[in-house]
């Protein structure tokens, strides 16, 4: 409980998030489910788009920043202050599979992600063709990260199912780090 009085007044109670992912992950349907908004009509993110929640007390800003190929160039430009990554992938999209790993991989190695955590949410698991999340653990070759925590999630951005599980995750292990800083 005395964590949580800390955390509501004190200076770690927010952190600075950044959602990636290729474009069609989901990433836009995760914020919006996050804030508790509809998600019946999404339209493509063109730049970013900016919301902050509160999560167990902790308010999180959140940068959802499209991914258009076009776009993923100026990824960078929002890493600085990065307290936690989230990467959407999603799950039935095999054939930009390979992609998705590439992109997360050139995130892990930038110098502004240094040892930041990662939650990657293994979303559209709602699509019967979804990759297990485990699978998807595999295929991104997560067990090399070892200078960060990371979680993988899976998930369904639509209906909810898991994302609050990930959110948990965030709240009971970035933030007790946060609050050793």
Known sequence: MSVVHKLKGGRGAELRIVLLGLDN????TLLKQLASEDVSTITPTQGFNI???TCHGMKLNVWD????????TYWKKYLENTDLLIYVVDSTDKKRFEETG??????IEEENLHGVPVLIFANKQDVAT???ASAVAEGLNLHTYRDRAWQIQACSALTGEGVQDGMNWICNNVLREKQKQ
Do not use: D, F
Request: glycine share 12%; net charge positive.
């Open 25 to 28: 992950a989901g990433k836009t």
């Open 51 to 53: 919301k902050s929640i």
């Open 65 to 72: 920043i499209g991914g258009q190929r076009n776009i993923r």
């Open 102 to 107: 590439v992109e997360l991989s050139e995130l």
């Open 130 to 132: 979804a990759m297990p």
